[in-house]
């Protein structure tokens, strides 16, 4: 069963584009970006997530990106 996003695609592309924009614009590297990412999601759980709640909801979070990974070439 499809994930249903209480957030529009169109929302979410608009906000994406923008953080790809400002890691192109500084010529960032794939660790970097990595990093720099992987630092905010840490920043958002830690500072809107209750502390209760913040071990699940990486959990879901690193399944969810583990998912929408392509492991195969094109």
Do not use: C, W
Request: aromatic share 2%.
């Amino acid at each position: 069963m499809p994930i249903i996003s209480k957030y529009s695609n169109k929302k979410i592309e608009t906000i994406l584009d923008e953080v790809m924009e400002v890691l192109h614009k500084n010529d960032v590297s794939v660790d970097l970006s990595l990093m720099v990412l992987g630092n905010a999601i840490t920043h958002v759980i830690n500072s809107q997530v209750p502390v209760n709640k913040r071990a699940q909801i990486s959990e879901k979070f690193v399944k969810a990106l583990s998912v929408s990974i392509n492991s195969k070439e094109k």
